[in-house]
């Protein structure tokens, strides 16, 4: 029966999808209206039923093993030591560090001098032991360094 | 007994089948019908 259910679910979706794809002008207004209200009610209907069901056969497993695929996603998402995190980390950082770098460099070219410990700062920002990933970002800290440098 | 029919589809639903669903059922049917809502909303 559940089955059977969601067959029939699916099946109205799949026609009311096609339907909310139409272009606006050939979609009947008073129709979209019908559908919304209706799919409200039977959202409605399904809220109650939902409070009185039994959890499926496979249920608890089925959730139980989504709920593990999911935390390892997340952990290897989040990982503070996986390479991407390392990069974005340290890239944002970067950023942050540059553009208050540059509008110090500008206040010094309106002084007309500039002080080379800002080409020493941004140095600091160079990871001695970054990884592959960072290093090949950082070819694009040369080409600012040589605009400092101009 | 509450009921809701697509006339366009000829499909009907009835609380009395619903009740009989389980719970996954009913959550996966209820995902893809908030979707279609959200379609059709925007």
Redo the contacts between chains.
């Keep these: 029966?559940?089955?059977e259910?969601?067959e029939?679910?699916?099946?109205?979706?799949q026609?009311?999808?096609a339907f909310?794809?139409k272009d606006f002008s050939v979609k009947n207004e008073i129709?979209?209206e019908a559908?919304?209200a209706?799919?409200?009610?039977?959202?409605n209907?399904?809220?109650?039923?939902?409070a009185?069901?039994?959890?499926?056969?496979?249920?608890t497993e089925?959730e139980t093993n989504e709920n593990v695929i999911n935390k390892d996603v997340l952990e290897s998402k989040y990982n503070p030591y996986s390479e991407d995190f390392c990069y974005k980390d340290r890239l944002k950082q970067l950023n942050g560090n540059i553009y208050r770098l540059i509008q110090e460099l500008k206040e010094q070219d309106k002084e007309g001098y500039r002080n080379a410990y800002i080409i020493n700062e941004i140095e600091k920002y160079i990871p001695s032991t970054a990884n592959i990933k960072v290093r090949e970002k950082m070819n694009l800290w040369q080409k600012i360094k040589s605009f400092f440098k101009k | 007994m509450?009921e809701?029919i697509?006339e366009?589809?000829n499909?009907k639903?009835t609380?009395e089948?619903?009740?009989?669903?389980?719970?996954?059922?009913?959550?996966?049917?209820?995902k893809?019908?908030?979707?279609?809502?959200t379609?059709?909303?925007n």
């Design positions: 029966m559940s089955n259910i969601y029939k679910v699916e099946k109205l979706c026609k009311i999808d909310a794809e129709k979209t559908y919304i209706k799919i409200k009610k039977l959202i209907m399904i809220e109650k039923a939902e009185t069901a039994q959890p499926g056969i496979l249920e089925d | 509450e809701i697509f366009d589809y499909i639903f609380e089948e619903l009740k009989q669903a389980d719970k996954k059922t009913l959550k996966k049917s209820k893809i019908l908030q979707e279609t809502l379609k059709l909303v």
